[in-house]
């Protein structure tokens, strides 16, 4: 081998190593950045996250007052019912007590 070819040979070698370096290291570059921009989505949907978390639990707390608020409502209502059974059957009672005094030919008294 002629020292022409000799120094062929290295300069092909060093070329293709130099080659396989700067290759290597673009990969190592290009690693990195989709490591970066991996990093970056999780911090955003962790940041996402963290707000949907937070809108939630307020939805929660707004639906539960609302749920008291309809409670307390309608307890008012069914207490209002209660009272106006209540009166209903007063009444009725009074009825059936004047139609048994009248039945057995007792006198009516009238209230005042």
């Known amino acids: 081998m002629t020292d022409a070819q000799i ?3 290295s300069i092909t070698v060093v070329a293709v190593l130099l080659g396989t370096l700067f290759s290597n290291s673009r ?3 290009l ?8 990093m970056t989505m999780n911090r955003r949907m962790d940041e996402s ?8 639990d307020d939805l929660k707390d707004v639906l539960r007052a609302e749920a008291h608020a309809a409670e307390a409502r309608m307890e008012l209502r069914f207490n209002g019912i209660d009272r106006k ?7 009725v009672g009074d009825h ?11 006198p009516l008294t009238r209230r005042g």
């Open 96 to 106: 059936e007590i004047r139609i048994t005094r009248l039945e057995d030919g007792q």
């Open 49 to 56: 996250a963290a707000v949907l978390n937070r809108r939630m």
């Open 7 to 9: 120094l062929a040979v």
């Open 31 to 38: 690693n990195s950045r989709i490591v970066e921009n991996n």
């Open 85 to 91: 059974l209540d009166e209903l059957l007063r009444i």
């Open 27 to 29: 990969i190592t570059d």
